[in-house]
């Protein structure tokens, strides 16, 4: 009797397992597709702005003659781009390069090898070929399949293409997702509880509310909120009269709502 019992709890167990792996490998895709979908935007916005036709005429300083160059710094930067992805900005070289964008071409363009990389070493196979980004994440999302008995290799998988989509899109100019929780703030008592996905913590957004935890910033810093992290919600939920289900429910993957945008 209690082997039979053992034997079932064992076999409920794989298939919560099973079940959690295709739940992490589907969320994992999603990201991965959505990454897909917002890096050549990120590469496009590489391109120098230009004043708009409509616009004055800007009134040269008397002191200068004729406009600044670029910076060496601007000029490295922008050779730098074009050696990496092929780019080649359309227009005056003069034109400055867009550091934020590039700095965000480069941690993805970087992360997305460095990833390729270690799906190939974890399930043992040949250090992959040279490819650009696009073609890296569809031969890690091709490879799937082949790590769905790793749970490590697939959270990891998920939690990173999860990063760089993220990356892109606050790069692009998109709003992070901010989720309203039930219950009060244990220090304030104002129903500004916020859950942010993105960060996989809850806030709270009253600019009144100072905690009594001397390690807290919040206490010297008017811009800084008291945040609570992942390890913290049941106390939190407890304290506040919110419900544990939602703050974690609120934190869950959002690449589906985000694809949609």
Known sequence: MNATVTDASADGATVADASAGRTTAADAMLWIELLLRQFPELLVELAPSYRSPSAPPAVPSPSSSAPAGPTRAEREEALRIEQAHGLTPSGSRTSPVRLHISDAVRDITDG???????????????????????????????????????????????????????????????????????????????????????????????????????????????????????????????????????????AEDTARREGRR
């Open 112 to 250: 997305v090898v460095e990833l390729d990389e270690a799906v190939h070493d974890r399930l043992r196979l040949p250090r992959p070929r040279r490819e650009q980004v696009a073609g890296r994440l569809l031969r890690v999302a091709g490879l799937l399949d082949r790590a769905a008995g790793d749970d490590v290799l697939l959270e990891h998988v998920r939690d990173e293409a999860r990063r760089m989509a993220r990356r892109c899109t606050r790069a692009l100019g998109g709003a992070e997702p901010v989720v309203r929780v039930s219950g009060r703030c244990p220090w304030c008592d104002s129903v500004s509880l916020r859950a942010f996905p993105a960060r996989r913590a809850v806030l709270c957004v009253n600019p009144a509310c100072r905690c009594t935890d001397r390690a807290c910033d919040c206490r010297t810093d008017p811009a800084h909120r008291h945040a609570w992290s992942e390890g913290a919600w049941m106390r939190l939920a407890a304290e506040s009269g919110g419900d544990l289900a939602e703050l974690t429910a609120s």
